[in-house]
């Protein structure tokens, strides 16, 4: 379910007239996602979608999520626009929330990832982050490094009910990977969150890369460790699938460079995603309620893939 703003079919009529792109046909809440009210809204012109921003996405951060999709839309990447109504605005206001009207795009995401469309999503992240070469502005990771211990904290000892010792043990390799954090690599607007539910597909053919509301400026390289520790295991975090991680790098490689020492920081990177996502997942699965409808998704996951970084260099 992700649909906890209910928007009447008046005042969605009332919001498309600010619009030239048609009138109300239908709409219907989308259910993936957890983080936005969605819906796919069908007007006499065209579809689009609806976000609504929910309390987890600040609206003084949205002007730097849309200028980042306007940048990256320009230089020819699939990202979905806001589309402004006719005084320019993109930002509006309804059933009480910040909501914007988007371009759809059309695809699937994948589930279980070919080594093919690994390439084609590896290549995707490169091309953008070579169209984010030149986006100048910035917005400080709200989950970058600097946060993970201060989160483990607040996860407190109840921690511990998701698996007997597991705060001991994060706390133990939080220091040993914040200890070899680097501190020197190129930094830039980067994704953080580029999962396989982020990336549309239509056979081997990226056609949209969506979810831009964890964007923020942070270790470049980071990115692509992030979308490593997400594509190239099955959803336990149990199996490593050597071919898929391979793609994702060649991919990646064939539209932007990694330098020596990126390359060489990868693994440490790695790490440190996997910790940010044990650190998020477990922070949600102590604090949301066992029915609640929202789905929990898996803390150990995320450990079991950091025990697999630790214990080999998978990029090698
Ligand atoms: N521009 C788009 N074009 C087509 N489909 C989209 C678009 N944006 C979102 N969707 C659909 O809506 C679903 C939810 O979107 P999204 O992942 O952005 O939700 P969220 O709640 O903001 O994020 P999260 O995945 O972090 O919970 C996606 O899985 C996708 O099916
Ligand atoms: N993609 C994240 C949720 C959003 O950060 C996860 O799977 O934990």
């Not at 969605?12 to 993936?32: N, W």
Request: glycine content about 6%; proline content about 5%; hydrophobic content about 50%.
């Amino acid at each position: 379910m992700a649909v906890y703003t209910q928007v009447s079919a008046e005042a969605l009529g009332t919001f498309l007239a600010r619009y030239d792109q048609g009138v109300l046909v239908s709409a219907k809440g989308i259910a993936e996602g957890v983080q936005n009210s969605n819906y796919l809204v069908e007007t006499t012109a065209d579809r689009f979608i609806l976000t609504l921003y929910e309390e987890w996405t600040s609206t003084d951060d949205l002007p730097f999520f849309l200028a980042m999709l306007d940048h990256l839309a320009a230089a020819g990447n699939p990202v979905p626009r806001a589309l402004p109504d006719r005084d320019g605005l993109a930002i509006q206001q309804l059933a009480g929330r910040s909501a914007c009207l988007i371009e759809f795009l059309t695809g699937v995401s994948v589930s279980h990832p070919t080594p093919a469309q690994a390439r084609a999503a590896g290549a995707a992240m490169g091309q953008l982050h070579a169209g984010l070469a030149d986006f100048a502005p910035t917005r400080a990771n709200p989950l970058g490094a600097d946060t993970w211990r201060p989160l483990l904290e607040r996860c407190g000892a109840g921690i511990d009910t998701i698996a007997p010792g597991l705060f001991a043990r994060i706390e133990a390799a939080l220091a040993r990977v914040l200890a070899q954090w680097p501190r020197d690599l190129p930094v830039a607007a980067i994704h953080t969150d580029l999962f396989p539910d982020n990336v549309l597909m239509l056979g081997d053919r990226v056609t949209g890369v969506i979810d831009f509301y964890f964007a923020c400026t942070d270790i470049r390289a980071y990115d692509l460790a992030v979308m490593h520790s997400a594509w190239a295991f099955d959803a336990t975090g149990e199996r490593y699938d050597p071919a898929i991680g391979a793609a994702l790098i060649a991919g990646y490689e064939s539209r932007f460079a990694l330098s020596e020492a990126e390359r060489a920081a990868l693994p440490i990177l790695a790490q440190g995603a996997c910790l940010r996502f044990l650190l998020t997942r477990a922070w949600d699965w102590v604090n949301t309620p066992a029915d609640a409808l929202v789905t929990r998704k898996d803390p150990l996951a995320y450990w079991r893939r950091l025990e697999a970084y630790l214990k080999d260099d998978l990029f090698a």
